[in-house]
């Protein structure tokens, strides 16, 4: 048996995936790791928690949490190396923006913008709730027969819309999903959550209408609490729900939400995608 002293806690394949090394002031090195593919490349939520996670070490302000990020995908990632440059666009009192260049080989894969601000005590509201659903415990996780590696990494129990490829009448889909693995909730991982279910344009489609890819060409998150909570656990579910209304020449837009399991909204997000 390992003495207690010299035991280590593991890191999460999550984090381990995601890791950064700082190379210079505004500089990291990290890599992109193939469990995280899609159809013919990394999936963008994955992309997006790499590079959130470099703003967050430039910014290094605990403070500061991430209020919004607008990610560009440029390039489609290789599995391997990349280097992330970050830079500070604007230092305020209150939020501060950063850029954030994901290169792969000297070429460029995305760009990101993020802003992390202060908390403010000022007027709230909520005009917004939670859908009333099943619990995850009542319906059956989703099959990972025709899942693409980087659902895998995810458990997935979907609740509303159609099954995917059903040729239902609204793109519109959602249900509980959290890592394989238990880790305490963050705004790193909401971001990879962001992109993490299905498409709801699988819902509409019919088995065979089109090859099934469907690459992000940008995504914008809102991120609206501050993790974790304080009821946060480190193996709980999240609710997402992701419907698109419309879709020509090609591109479908898509707009996302993610709860707690207690009916608090963490995350509103919006992406415009391609369908190969």
């Known amino acids: 048996m390992i003495p207690q002293r010299q035991q280590k806690a593991e890191k999460h394949r999550f984090d381990r995936d995601t890791q950064l090394e700082r190379i210079e002031e505004n500089r990291f090195r990290g890599r992109v790791d193939k469990g ?49 440059v970050t830079a500070f666009e604007k230092h305020g009192r209150s939020i501060t923006t950063v850029t954030a260049r994901m290169l792969q080989r000297g070429k460029p894969i995305a760009f990101a913008v993020g802003a992390l601000g202060k908390p403010f005590s000022n007027f709230d509201f909520q005009d917004i709730a939670m859908p009333d659903v099943d619990p995850p415990e009542a319906r059956a996780e989703l099959s990972s027969e025709r899942l693409v590696p980087s659902a895998r990494r995810y458990e997935m129990v979907p609740v509303i819309g159609g099954a995917p490829w059903s040729g239902s009448e609204r793109a519109k889909t959602g249900g509980w999903i959290r890592l394989v693995g238990q880790r305490n909730p963050d705004a790193i991982l909401m971001a990879a959550m962001a992109d993490a279910w299905y498409p709801s344009i699988f819902t509409r489609v019919k088995d065979g209408q ?67």
């Open 210 to 276: 089109f090859a099934g890819a469907v690459p992000t060409v940008d995504l914008t998150i809102h991120f609206r609490a501050e993790l974790p909570l304080p009821d946060s656990k480190p193996d709980d579910f999240y609710f997402v729900r992701l419907e698109s209304t419309t879709c020509r020449q090609g591109y479908m837009e898509e707009t996302g939400e993610i709860w707690s399991r207690s009916g608090v909204l963490l995350v509103q997000s919006r992406q415009l995608a391609l369908l190969f």
């Open 36 to 84: 995280w593919w899609i159809v013919k490349g990394p999936n963008g939520g994955y992309l997006a928690a790499i590079l959130l996670r470099a703003m967050q070490l430039t910014t290094d302000q605990s403070e500061r949490a991430p209020r919004s990020m607008s990610v560009y995908y440029l390039s489609t990632a290789k599995a391997g190396p990349i280097d992330i």
